[in-house]
């Protein structure tokens, strides 16, 4: 009998288990964007914080693939975010551009079953809303001696 209503207090929260996938290519103009910082979240719009499902770096060809998960009560919100400097002038800091990713390719479960091909994406393109990270180290030598790096 306990253990009846064990699994009947603990199965619906299982069961809101949900996953992602996607990846895709970024580049800069002609040139192949490798090294960059991919991160995948679910955006959290009543939080402080989004959940990071994954992270990973573009390889040689700039290439990524993410894949991760998290038990919400709530349907998951996907968001790609990427950290370059890519067109961007030489500002300190580096642009932190951020992509919502569409919900069809949720599924439910440990494992990402679908898997968004988000294409080949030009980050010299001017994003509406960016952040700037500033987390690197040779940013954060330049940003407290401007004229050292």
Do not use: W
């Amino acid at each position: 009998m306990i253990l009846i209503l064990l699994f009947l207090l603990f199965a619906p929260v299982s069961t809101l288990y949900q996953s992602y996938g996607v990846r895709g290519q970024f580049s800069c103009g002609e040139s192949l964007a490798k090294g960059l910082t991919v991160k995948l979240y679910d955006l959290d719009r009543y939080s402080h914080e989004n959940d990071l499902l994954d992270e990973g770096v573009t390889d040689g060809f700039g290439n990524f693939t993410l894949s991760g998960g998290t038990a919400e009560l709530t349907r998951i919100e996907p968001m790609l975010e990427v950290i370059h400097d890519c067109n961007d002038g030489g500002k300190v800091g580096n642009r932190k551009s951020k992509f919502l990713l569409p919900q069809m390719y949720i599924t439910y479960g440990t494992k990402a079953l679908k898997t968004y091909e988000i294409g080949n994406v030009n980050l010299e393109t001017i994003f509406l809303s960016e952040d700037r990270d500033y987390s690197d180290e040779t940013v954060q030598k330049s940003s407290e001696n401007p004229h050292e790096i």
